[in-house]
C-alpha cells in the first residue's frame, strides 16, 4: 500500500535545512529596479494613468505615469519605466524612472542610473548611480533637522556685513 507524503513525513519528522555556506558576501540592497512587490501599499502598473494627490504609508510604486501631488513619511519608488510629474514629499525616494518636479526627502534620495530628476531637491542624503540626470538646485541637511534659523542683524550692523554710516 503506497503512503502519500504527509503520512512519510510524520513518520519521518521534519527535514532540517542546512545553511549554505558557499560565500560570505552580504545581499545585494534592493532597489528600485529590483525590489520585489512585496510590502507594497499600492502600485500604480506600466500603462496606467492618475492623477491626483496620493497620501499613504509604507510603500508605494510607481511603473506607470502619475501627476499632481504625492505625500508620505515612508518609501516611495518610481521604476525604470514610471514617469511622475508632481510636488514630491517623502521618507525615502527611490527613482528609475522620471521625475519632474520639486522633492523633499527627509531621510535618503536614491538616483539609479536610469534616473531623471528635473526639479528642486531638498533631502538629508543623496545617492546618484553614474548615468543618472539631475537637473535642478540641491539642499541636503540633516535629517529630522528643520529649516536653517534666519539670519539676524546684529545691533549697528547692516545685513551686508557693511557699517550703517
Known amino acids: 500500500m503506497a503512503r502519500n507524503r504527509f503520512a512519510r513525513a510524520r513518520e ?11 560565500s560570505s558576501a552580504p545581499a545585494p540592497v534592493p532597489t528600485a529596479s529590483t525590489r520585489p512587490d512585496a510590502g507594497l501599499t499600492a ?9 491626483g494627490r496620493l497620501e499613504f504609508d509604507r510603500t508605494v510604486r ?5 501627476e499632481g501631488e504625492i505625500e508620505t513619511g515612508d518609501e516611495l519608488v518610481v521604476g525604470a519605466g514610471g514617469r511622475v510629474e508632481a510636488r514630491i514629499r517623502a ?3 527611490s527613482v528609475a524612472g522620471t521625475v519632474v518636479g520639486d522633492v523633499e526627502v527627509a531621510h535618503r534620495l536614491v538616483l539609479e542610473s536610469t ?14 548611480e553614474e548615468g543618472a540626470v539631475l537637473e535642478g538646485r540641491v539642499s541636503m541637511k540633516k535629517a529630522g533637522a528643520g529649516q536653517p534659523a534666519p539670519l539676524k542683524a546684529i545691533q549697528g550692523g ?6 550703517d554710516s
Open 91 to 93: 521618507g525615502t525616494l
Open 62 to 66: 510607481i511603473d506607470g505615469t502619475f
Open 115 to 128: 534616473a531623471v530628476l528635473r526639479g528642486d531637491v531638498d533631502t538629508a542624503s543623496l545617492r546618484i
Open 12 to 22: 519521518e519528522g521534519p527535514e532540517v535545512a542546512t545553511p549554505q555556506t558557499e
Open 158 to 163: 547692516s545685513p551686508g556685513g557693511g557699517s
Open 43 to 51: 502600485f500604480i502598473g506600466a500603462g496606467a494613468r492618475f492623477e
